[in-house]
């Protein structure tokens, strides 16, 4: 008897997957909990980071101006090493930006539900990252006020750009990744804002959240032209966030430098970009989630799935280091091998194997479940991904450029304070924006979050939730 | 409503449910009611709402489909008129012509994309008529939890087979609580 009644009730109820939302919470509960953390007075742990943060955003600014009025000669940049520490950070931070585009698209189509509660906050990293990976090419054209001559429009002297050179694909793809990543985000945001406005006290907060929100009623005639809308950016988004990468990877792969002109480098570079967003996405929501109180919401499950996807990325990663010395072996090109050896054993070895130490060997901790629950060796794992992703683009691009061909050419190349400061505000940039995110707009897609909810099934047979609801919710309304 | 309140016009009525099901059958029942100007506003999406409405495929794919379609046109012809007639560069010694678009299909791709993604952000709000700075639905002080956790359904006075009391009956008699006309200017 109870045999035939197990086997009535389909499979997902008899082996139901853990929870998206824990504690079983409420819809109230959820925007509650998400949108209280804005409303809330300002918390001083926030004047107290940004005041950091912001100084050093500041300091960066003034590096930058420095650059500006005094030309790039006040970076460290030499012959042969004509790009150094501002290509690196320019990689560096768009390879960031992959991971919320990851997220917000590539997951969407691949329906991983989880999603929902980290991608509000990665696609603002998107855009955070992408603004601080703007500057550094920006400011290298040495004449700034000229970088409009990338742009094709017809001017005077009738110079039009090459379309040909992998330099102005990067623009356009740059550009192009920036904005339909702003559009994707705010498109997300919107009913979320107009939760915002429904909950506003303040006349001036319900005036600032009602513009953005644009009227939205959530009404279903308008959620279904917004989800295919959102089906669509999502759609597009992905071969986008695929191309991106590529296309900077193109930047050196379309070269003659040996240890640039390869073939492996789009899929190469696209996959550290997932890796090194993801420790990323970790390193800033580790925090904002004990700070925010989100552990309902952005769970151990979410960790734990995002420390998989560092390992699965960063193994592939590291299949690359060893592909590309494999091939540079195997291919007889004695420049090629030179590259490589001098890699791993000319002067500059020790970045080459903080790269392959901690994109590599790190990573590898996630394959025991403790490690990937816990906090700190998470935290310890993402940092090291950060650091050896940035290590990464100084080992392919300085030190392919050192010592290329002819030795009458080689030479070292060493930072100057300017480098160092303008890469250390760039990151005071960058958080910063993030903790302004944070402060006044939702880091988490409610809307969205509550479309995973089991309610949120117009089949779904409901029993109460614990949290938020019975007693109270009925007075409330009442 | 007092009396003199019913003599202005109507907005239309508007019902609160229960729950994303709850609201789910009803709007089943209003669609084979044959009511035309309804919708239903819930704070998600809500999967087969559509269906149950009685509501076509959104027509934005074909829009944007069209947008991307220019944006790659727009590519071609902004790569090419310059390239091959403007301002011919010889790069890598490479002719440029038809037959060397290679290179050039990078910006081709995305403006396409860029292009597909505008008109995508914009083409959702234009269907939708939005923005908009007030809608009568927002004088109604319960309707606000639409975007915390109300599930409402709204029939429109537009729509003909409208009528204060039938309409307000019929709502209360498929399940709908709080029925409440509403009136503009209230």
Same mark, same amino acid.
């Given at each position: 008897?109870?045999?035939?009644?197990?086997?009535?009730?389909?499979?997902?109820?008899?082996?139901?997957?853990?929870?998206?939302?824990?504690?079983?919470?409420?819809?109230?509960?959820?925007?509650?909990?998400?949108?209280?953390?804005?409303?809330?007075?300002?918390?001083?742990?926030?004047?107290?980071?940004?005041?950091?943060?912001?100084?050093?955003?500041?300091?960066?600014?003034?590096?930058?101006?420095?650059?500006?009025?005094?030309?790039?000669?006040?970076?460290?940049?030499?012959?042969?090493?004509?790009?150094?520490?501002?290509?690196?950070?320019?990689?560096?931070? $768009?390879?960031?930006?992959?991971?919320?585009?990851?997220?917000?698209?590539?997951?969407?189509?691949?329906?991983?539900?989880?999603?929902?509660?980290?991608?509000?906050?990665?696609?603002?990293?998107?855009?955070?990252?992408?603004?601080?990976?703007?500057?550094?090419?920006?400011?290298?054209?040495?004449?700034?006020?000229?970088?409009?001559?990338?742009?094709?429009?017809?001017?005077?002297?009738?110079?039009?750009?090459?379309?040909?050179?992998?330099?102005?694909?990067?623009?356009? %793809?740059?550009?192009?990744?920036?904005?339909?990543?702003?559009?994707?985000?705010?498109?997300?945001?919107?009913?979320?804002?107009?939760?915002?406005?429904?909950? !506003?006290?303040?006349?001036?907060?319900?005036?600032?959240?009602?513009? @953005?929100?644009?009227?939205?009623?959530?009404?279903?005639?308008?959620?279904?032209?917004?989800?295919? %809308?959102?089906? $669509?950016?999502?759609?597009?988004?992905?071969?986008?966030?695929?191309?991106?990468?590529?296309?900077?990877?193109?930047?050196?792969?379309?070269?003659?430098?040996?240890?640039?002109?390869?073939?492996? /480098?789009?899929?190469?570079?696209?996959?550290? #970009?997932?890796?090194?967003?993801?420790?990323?996405?970790?390193?800033?929501?580790?925090?904002?989630?004990?700070?925010?109180?989100?552990?309902?919401?952005?769970?151990?499950?979410?960790?734990?799935?995002?420390?998989? $996807?560092?390992?699965?990325?960063?193994?592939?990663?590291?299949? !690359?280091?060893?592909?590309? /010395?494999?091939?540079?072996?195997?291919?007889?090109?004695?420049?090629?091998?030179? *590259?490589?050896?001098?890699?791993?054993?000319?002067?500059?070895?020790? %970045?080459?194997?903080?790269?392959?130490?901690?994109?590599?060997?790190?990573?590898?901790?996630?394959?025991?479940?403790?490690?990937?629950?816990?906090?700190?060796?998470?935290?310890?794992?993402?940092?090291?991904?950060?650091?050896?992703?940035?290590?990464?683009?100084?080992?392919?691009?300085?030190?392919?450029?050192?010592?290329?061909?002819?030795?009458?050419?080689?030479?070292?190349?060493?930072?100057?304070?300017?480098?160092?400061?303008?890469?250390?505000?760039?990151?005071?940039?960058?958080?910063?924006?993030?903790?302004?995110?944070?402060?006044?707009?939702?880091?988490?897609?409610?809307?969205?979050?509550?479309?995973?909810?089991?309610?949120?099934?117009?089949?779904?047979?409901?029993?109460?939730?614990?949290?938020?609801?019975?007693?109270?919710?009925?007075?409330?309304?009442? | 409503?007092?009396?003199?309140?019913?003599?202005?016009?109507?907005?239309?009525?508007?019902?609160?449910?229960?729950? %994303?099901?709850? @609201?789910?059958?009803? *709007?089943?029942?209003?669609?084979?009611?044959?009511?035309?100007?309804?919708?239903?506003?819930?704070?998600?999406?809500?999967?087969?709402?559509?269906?149950?409405?009685?509501?076509?495929?959104?027509?934005?794919?074909?829009?944007?489909?069209?947008?991307?379609?220019?944006?790659?046109?727009?590519?071609?012809?902004?790569?090419?008129?310059?390239?091959?007639?403007?301002?011919?560069?010889?790069?890598?010694?490479?002719?440029?012509? /038809?037959?060397?678009?290679?290179?050039?299909?990078?910006?081709?791709?995305?403006?396409?994309?860029?292009?597909?993604?505008?008109?995508?952000?914009?083409?959702?709000?234009?269907?939708?008529?939005?923005?908009?700075?007030?809608?009568?639905?927002?004088?109604?002080?319960?309707?606000?939890?639409?975007?915390?956790?109300?599930?409402?359904?709204?029939?429109?006075?537009?729509?003909?087979?409208?009528?204060?009391?039938?309409?307000?009956?019929?709502?209360?008699? $498929?399940?709908?609580? #709080?029925?409440?006309?509403?009136?503009?200017?209230?």
């Amino acid at each position: 008897m109870a045999d035939t009644e197990a086997k009535m009730v389909p499979f997902v109820e008899r082996m139901p997957r853990p929870p998206l939302v824990e504690k079983n919470r409420s819809m109230a509960s959820v925007t509650d909990l998400i949108a209280g953390g804005v409303e809330r007075k300002t918390p001083l742990w926030w004047w107290i980071a940004i005041s950091i943060t912001g100084s050093f955003a500041a300091f960066g600014v003034f590096c930058i101006f420095y650059l500006l009025f005094t030309g790039v000669g006040v970076w460290g940049n030499n012959i042969p090493v004509g790009w150094a520490w501002d290509i690196t950070n320019f990689v560096f931070w $768009i390879g960031i930006g992959h991971a919320g585009t990851l997220i917000s698209a590539i997951l969407l189509l691949t329906r991983q539900r989880w999603r929902t509660a980290v991608n509000r906050s990665s696609e603002a990293m998107t855009l955070f990252a992408v603004i601080c990976a703007a500057i550094f090419p920006g400011v290298h054209v040495g004449r700034f006020w000229m970088s409009w001559f990338l742009a094709p429009v017809p001017v005077p002297n009738w110079i039009w750009p090459n379309f040909r050179s992998a330099l102005m694909w990067d623009v356009f %793809a740059v550009s192009t990744y920036f904005t339909v990543s702003v559009l994707f985000w705010f498109l997300g945001l919107v009913p979320d804002l107009a939760t915002m406005r429904d909950r !506003a006290r303040s006349r001036f907060a319900k005036f600032c959240y009602g513009v @953005l929100a644009l009227g939205w009623r959530g009404g279903n005639r308008h959620w279904r032209h917004y989800e295919m %809308a959102y089906l $669509i950016l999502a759609g597009i988004s992905t071969p986008l966030v695929l191309s991106v990468h590529s296309t900077v990877s193109f930047d050196f792969a379309t070269s003659i430098l040996p240890a640039w002109h390869t073939t492996i /480098f789009p899929p190469y570079f696209v996959a550290g #970009a997932i890796f090194g967003g993801f420790a990323m996405v970790l390193t800033l929501l580790i925090p904002a989630r004990a700070l925010y109180k989100l552990h309902d919401i952005i769970t151990w499950n979410h960790i734990d799935v995002m420390c998989k $996807i560092i390992l699965v990325t960063g193994s592939i990663v590291g299949y !690359a280091y060893i592909m590309e /010395f494999f091939v540079a072996y195997y291919g007889g090109n004695p420049f090629e091998r030179f *590259a490589f050896l001098n890699r791993y054993f000319g002067p500059y070895w020790w %970045a080459s194997w903080t790269m392959f130490t901690c994109n590599v060997l790190m990573p590898q901790l996630f394959w025991v479940r403790a490690f990937r629950r816990n906090i700190w060796t998470v935290y310890f794992v993402s940092m090291c991904a950060n650091a050896g992703m940035w290590f990464e683009r100084f080992v392919i691009f300085v030190i392919a450029l050192h010592r290329d061909f002819l030795p009458s050419a080689w030479r070292m190349y060493y930072p100057t304070w300017v480098d160092v400061f303008t890469f250390i505000g760039s990151h005071g940039i960058f958080i910063t924006l993030f903790l302004l995110f944070i402060r006044f707009l939702p880091m988490v897609a409610i809307s969205e979050v509550k479309s995973v909810l089991p309610e949120a099934d117009p089949h779904h047979r409901p029993h109460p939730p614990s949290i938020g609801s019975g007693e109270s919710m009925e007075e409330a309304r009442a | 409503m007092s009396a003199a309140a019913v003599r202005k016009n109507a907005f239309g009525a508007v019902a609160e449910f229960g729950s %994303a099901g709850e @609201l789910y059958h009803a *709007a089943e029942k209003v669609r084979d009611a044959g009511y035309r100007f309804w919708d239903v506003h819930s704070p998600f999406p809500i999967h087969g709402m559509n269906k149950a409405m009685g509501l076509k495929k959104s027509p934005l794919g074909y829009i944007i489909f069209c947008g991307g379609s220019l944006g790659c046109l727009t590519a071609v012809l902004l790569e090419f008129i310059p390239s091959s007639f403007l301002n011919p560069l010889i790069v890598h010694g490479k002719p440029v012509n /038809f037959f060397t678009v290679p290179p050039f299909v990078p910006i081709m791709f995305e403006l396409t994309v860029l292009f597909s993604a505008f008109t995508a952000f914009f083409g959702v709000f234009v269907l939708n008529r939005l923005p908009r700075l007030h809608h009568p639905l927002f004088d109604h002080e319960p309707f606000l939890r639409f975007s915390t956790d109300g599930f409402f359904l709204v029939i429109e006075s537009v729509d003909p087979k409208f009528s204060d009391t039938e309409t307000r009956e019929f709502l209360e008699g $498929i399940g709908g609580k #709080a029925v409440a006309v509403l009136y503009e200017n209230d």
